[in-house]
Structures are given as structure tokens and as C-alpha cells.
């Protein structure tokens, strides 16, 4: 069950986590340049103020001499909604108006101030007797503005810390949610439980189609799960009834074999039963030795036309001593990449299943032709054929038709055949033969090479 | 005939040593391929029967270093399993023949007698005589008491091989490989059959047949009949 701690340790909540503190970083610096960028237009604004207002009281002076200006300041210092300060200074440095605190501002414009943004603006013009005049800003209203715009960006600030770290508790817990589908599903399959799948949200995202791929893998492994227990329930079973037969021999001999001759009768039937159950057990290991075999290092160029009059050679007389006909049409010079032996064992499989399994009178076809890059080994007979159905199943180990069951062999040939076709890198297939039943394996083509044409 | 045999499993090399004795063989063993290696190289032997699996010094690798030696003794491997590449690994590693475990006594004796006979490399034969047969291997020819027999290819492959080991037992599986190339068993009576037909054309002129089947192994040339 998911946990806070799981929470925590996600790794989608660390990439939000990630997001939002870049998010916020971007936030800040974008904040604290507005500011800055406000702060500077505004002061400049407020130093062109102070200095038309100097000029204008220069302009006051000029025009009605100094009871004008003084009745102008007068003026001025009732307005109680303006911020600006002003002094008059006499030739002689006495303060004849105005706020004395702004006197060392006259001499220096930094005045007194400890540091910078104590600096009130100022802006101070000499009249024509002499005295000075000095209009001073103490910024209080840039100030203000620059206390608001920063709080505004302090709290859009906090506000996308916040809604990043819901979104990212959000997120991840989604992302483990989706997850935890995939776990649990996981889980039961280690449990034993094969038959579980992930469910699909049906949106096609990447978890969706990792859920699909999975649940692909599952039904891969499911199937070859499937397939072992069978094979496993299969040997099992087609091992007993010969070692059962076996052992009723042998017991039967135990009580009734009175003679050297009996005794010697029953050994006999014990070596032929033995030998059965040891001929099932090498085509299972020689069928999972192929099957398990990528390298291929035995391969060799072998002539399939050569190794196909072999077989319809060795064939013709059993045949026609049976009642049945062997024909063959071999297109000469077909080469394959191959292991010889499993190849021969592949075709003698297949013409004697097909001797095997049709009436007396039928024919059987040995077919080989090379066409594009495929070399098409076929066998073919006219008998009773394999219905649709039972073709996939036929090719399995053990799997014998009813009609079959009765005859010799053991139900791994045609298994044996498949898994040498796939070893080749050919698929052996049954289709209709209109009537019978028709056997192919396609195998890529192989040049022979040196002296492989003239061998 | 004095044979050499290599097997690490202590039953089988005491059974496979009481029954080459009991069929007149004089045997020496190893329980392991250093010691085959080294008895192999301080005498000489006929045959030198060789197990693949061994452990430290493996099968293949002894016959490889023995060879490198120059030693030529003929080689037959025995395995548990007919792997894929097994038999070619065997012959690519100086071995002169393969035999499948388990197999029939009979099976083992069949074939180091015709490892024994090998001629020696370089003596090419062109006629072969077997009482009043004679088979031309450049002709491809076989007559008996001077009357051509018309046989088939495989047929005539089958009684080469039939005379070349004249007098000894020739099983099913020797015949399967040395005329079809099959090394494995086909449940189809393929030598049964075809051997009917050439003791049909061979015993035509209603001579004595030459050729005893050996239940359940296979088959003896005689040299005595005519």
C-alpha cells in the first residue's frame, strides 16, 4: 500500500519539487528588476519635478522680484498634500524661509544622509541678489510605490510556491497511482497469479502503453508457462504407460517364467520396451537442444537436392514394398545453410509420417524448387489430409491425431521437424493438398561456397 | 585386438571392459582423460574407445593433443547425447567415429572391428573379392561367378561395405550412416528393405546366400559360402 514515504521518495514529486523552485527563482529575479526598473523611471520623474519647480520659482523671482517668490513659498507650505520641502537662504547663509533641515543640502547634494535612499532629491538655484533657493522631493511616494510593487511580487511568489508544491504532491501522487496499477499487477504475477493483467486506462500515454506491452510480456510467459506444464503433464503421462508395461512384464515373468527360454523372451520384450521409452526421451532432449540452440556454428552450405534424392532413394523401395508410390520433382543446385543430419532427419520425419498415415495406394510427393531468394522443400501426400483445426496443434510434442493414436511413434516427429525448420531460419507450415495433407519448409537460400558446388 | 578404453563412469567402464574381454579383446583403461592420454601415448592400441564428457581433460581435447602428437589410433567417441554439432566437433577433433549412448553391445563391437580394418591411408583398392563376388569400384561393376549383377547405387554401396568388413557383423546404424549418410534412426526398415532386394539380384542364379541376418543387429557377409 502506498505510504507518505512512498510519497516522498517518488521521483515524480522530486522533479515538481524541481519545477516549482526554478518556477519560483524566475518569479523573483523577474520581480525584483520590475522594481527595480519602476523605482529608477519614478525618482527621475520626481527630479524632473523639483527641478521645473525650481525653475518656476526662479521664473516667480525674475518676474515680481522677492516679495513675489516669498508669497509663492507661502503658498506652497499651506498645500498640505504635497511631500515637497523648500528653504530660502540669504546672501549671508540665514535661512530667511522654509525648512532649515534642508540647509546642508544647499552645499552638497548628499548632505548629511547616512545612506543613499535617505537622500531626499533636490534641485537649488541662485536668484539674482545673491540669496538661494532650494526645492527638495523626500520620495516618500516613490517609496510607497516600490513597497507595493514588491509585496504584490512577494505574494506571487508565495502563491506559485504553493500552488507548485500542490501541484507536484498532486502530480506525484498521480504518477504513483498509475504505478502502483503496474506494481500490484507485478506483484500477483510474482505471487504465482499469471492470469493478471494491468488495467488499461485506454488513453494511449506512455503509461497506458507500457501497461499494453507488459501485459504482451505477461501473455508471452503465461503462454510458454502453458505450454511447460503441458509438455511436463505430457511426458509424464507418455512416459508412465511404457514404464508401466515395462514393470507388468517383468512382474508377470516373476511369477510365471519357469524356463530360460521364457526368461530370455521376456528380456527381450523388457530391452524393446526400454528402448521406446529411451527413444521418447532423446527426440525430447535432441527437440529442446534445437529449440535452445542459437549458435550455429555446425552449419554448413548442404545440397538439399542432393540430400532430397537421398531420401526419395531411400524411400522408393519401403514405399512400393507398402502398396504406396514415391514420387519426387527436385529442382537441381538448391543450397541451404544447414546442419545435414537435422535436415535429413527433418524430411525422413516427414516422408514417414506421410508413408505412415495414408491408406495403401496412396501417393506421396517429394517437392523441392528454389524461387527469389527462397529454397521450398515440400512433402506431400493424398490421403486423408489434417483438418484446419488440428494443423497448429499437430506440431506439438506428443499431439497425435485420433485415428492416429492407435499406430506407431510417439507424437514428437512433427515437433522435431518444426523446431529443426525454425532452427534453419524456415517455418515449416500444413496446408491442404487437395485431397491430403501438404508439408512445407521455406529456407532462405544459401550460395555454395568454393568448392561446396563441385563437393 | 588390444583397446584402450576412456570412461569416467566406474559401471559403465566395468561393463564396457568385461564385454570387450568376453569378445576376445585385451583392454587397457582410465577413469580420467590425463591418464587416458597418457596410456594412449605409452603404447600402441587398435582402437581406443573415448568418452566426450570427461572430467579435467575432456574427450575431444584428449584426441585433439593426441593427434597433435601424432598418434593415429583410431577414435570412437561415445556420448550420452547426439548433440547438433556433436558428431561433426567429434570428427573436426581426430575422431574416427561416434556412437550414441545408450547402444547395443553388438553396436560397439561392429564398429571397432571396422575402425580396425581401416586399410591404411594410401593403399587404394579398385577390386574387391568376397568368394566368387567380385565388386569393381571404378566400373562400379558387380558380378558373381562371373555373371554381372545388375544392382541399384545404394545397393551396391550396401555390399561394398558388406565386403569390406567380410566375416564381421554389420549393424543397421553402420549401414544407415556409410550408404545414406542418416545418423539417426528412422523407424522405417530402410537397410531391411533394400538389402532384400540385393540379396534377390545377388542370389538370382540360385547360388547359396552369403548374407546372414543377425536378428536384431544386423547383418555377416560370408567369406566360406559359394
Do not use: C
Request: charge should be negative; proline fraction near 4%.
Amino acid at each position: 500500500m502506498r505510504t507518505y514515504r512512498d510519497l516522498l521518495r517518488s521521483a515524480g514529486l522530486r522533479f515538481a519539487l524541481l519545477y516549482t523552485l526554478a518556477f519560483m527563482v524566475s518569479v523573483g529575479a523577474i520581480g525584483w528588476l520590475t522594481v527595480l526598473a519602476v523605482t529608477d523611471a519614478l525618482e527621475r520623474q520626481a527630479q524632473r519635478g523639483v527641478d521645473n519647480e525650481a525653475r518656476a520659482l526662479v521664473d516667480e523671482f525674475n518676474a515680481g522680484g522677492r516679495q513675489d517668490l516669498e508669497a509663492a513659498l507661502t503658498g506652497r507650505f499651506a498645500n498640505p498634500l504635497t511631500h515637497t520641502r523648500y528653504v530660502l537662504i540669504g546672501a549671508d547663509g540665514h535661512v530667511l524661509l522654509g525648512d532649515a533641515a534642508l540647509l546642508p543640502y544647499t552645499r552638497d547634494p548628499a548632505g548629511p544622509a547616512a545612506s543613499r535612499s535617505d537622500v531626499p532629491l533636490t534641485a537649488a538655484r541662485k536668484l539674482g541678489d545673491g540669496s538661494i533657493v532650494l526645492v527638495a522631493d523626500d520620495l516618500t511616494d516613490v517609496r510607497d510605490v516600490e513597497a507595493v510593487v514588491t509585496r504584490a511580487f512577494l505574494t506571487a511568489l508565495a502563491a506559485a510556491g504553493l500552488l507548485g508544491l500542490g501541484t507536484a504532491l498532486l502530480l506525484s501522487s498521480a504518477l504513483l497511482h498509475r504505478l502502483d496499477a503496474i506494481t500490484r499487477t507485478a506483484e500477483a504475477v510474482v505471487a504465482g497469479d499469471l492470469t493478471q493483467r494491468i488495467a488499461r486506462t485506454g488513453s494511449q500515454d506512455e503509461f497506458d502503453r507500457l501497461a499494453a506491452t507488459l501485459n504482451r510480456m505477461l501473455d508471452r510467459i503465461g503462454g510458454l508457462m502453458v505450454n511447460l506444464r503441458q509438455v511436463s503433464t505430457d511426458i509424464a503421462h507418455d512416459l508412465r504407460t511404457p514404464l508401466s508395461r515395462l514393470r507388468q512384464g517383468l512382474e508377470a515373468t516373476s511369477h510365471r517364467a519357469t524356463t530360460a527360454g521364457d526368461y530370455r523372451v521376456a528380456v527381450e520384450h523388457a530391452v524393446e520396451e526400454t528402448d521406446r521409452i529411451l527413444d521418447i526421451f532423446s527426440a525430447l532432449l535432441r527437440i529442446a537442444q534445437i529449440e535452445a540452440t542459437t549458435l550455429r556454428k555446425s552449419f554448413r552450405p548442404v545440397s538439399l537436392s542432393e540430400l532430397f534424392h537421398t531420401v526419395a532413394d531411400a524411400y522408393a523401395a519401403p514405399a512400393s514394398d507398402s502398396g504406396r508410390t514415391l514420387v519426387a520433382r527436385i529442382v537441381e543446385d538448391a543450397w541451404v545453410q544447414a546442419d545435414h543430419d537435422l535436415l535429413a532427419q527433418l524430411f525422413v520425419n516427414l516422408v514417414e509420417n506421410a508413408l505412415q498415415h495414408t491408406p495403401p495406394g496412396s501417393t506421396v510427393g517429394l517437392e523441392l524448387d528454389v524461387r527469389g531468394g527462397s529454397v521450398l522443400a515440400a512433402v506431400r501426400d493424398d490421403g486423408l489430409g489434417v483438418p484446419a483445426s488440428e494443423r497448429e496443434k499437430v506440431l506439438r510434442r506428443f499431439y497425435r491425431l485420433e485415428r492416429s493414436r492407435s499406430g506407431p511413434g510417439n507424437g514428437l516427429g512433427l515437433s522435431l521437424a518444426a523446431a529443426v525448420a525454425e532452427l534453419h531460419g524456415g517455418r515449416l507450415t500444413l496446408s491442404d493438398a487437395q485431397p491430403g495433407l501438404r508439408v512445407s519448409v521455406t529456407f532462405p537460400v544459401a550460395l555454395p561456397i568454393g568448392e561446396g558446388v563441385a563437393g | 585386438m588390444k583397446i584402450l578404453a576412456v570412461e569416467d563412469d566406474a559401471p559403465t567402464l566395468a561393463l564396457l571392459v568385461s564385454s570387450l574381454e568376453e569378445a576376445g579383446h585385451v583392454v587397457e583403461q582410465a577413469g580420467d582423460g590425463q591418464t587416458g592420454l597418457r596410456l594412449a601415448r605409452e603404447t600402441a592400441h587398435d582402437v581406443a574407445v573415448v568418452d566426450r564428457m570427461l572430467p579435467g581433460l575432456d574427450g575431444l581435447e584428449l584426441v585433439r593433443q593426441l593427434r597433435a602428437l601424432g598418434v593415429q589410433t583410431p577414435v570412437l567417441f561415445l556420448t550420452t547425447m547426439g548433440g547438433i554439432s556433436d558428431r561433426v566437433d567429434g570428427l573436426e577433433a581426430g575422431g574416427d567415429d561416434y556412437l550414441v549412448k545408450p547402444f547395443a553391445l553388438a553396436e560397439l563391437l561392429a564398429r571397432i572391428n571396422a575402425l580396425a580394418r581401416r586399410p591404411p591411408l594410401g593403399r587404394v583398392e579398385t577390386i574387391i573379392r568376397v568368394a566368387n563376388v567380385e565388386l569393381d569400384l571404378v566400373t562400379r561393376r558387380v558380378t558373381r561367378a562371373g555373371h554381372v549383377v545388375d544392382l541399384q547405387p545404394r545397393e551396391f554401396s550396401l555390399l561394398e561395405f558388406l565386403m569390406r568388413n567380410v566375416g564381421q557383423l554389420v549393424t543397421r546404424r553402420q549401414l544407415l550412416e556409410s550408404v545414406w549418410d542418416f545418423h539417426f534412426d528412422p523407424r522405417t526398415n530402410i537397410v531391411e528393405t533394400h538389402m532384400s532386394r540385393l540379396r534377390a539380384k545377388l542370389n538370382s542364379d540360385g547360388g547359396p546366400d552369403p548374407i546372414e541376418t543377425v536378428r536384431g543387429s544386423g547383418y555377416i557377409l560370408h567369406a566360406d559360402i559359394s
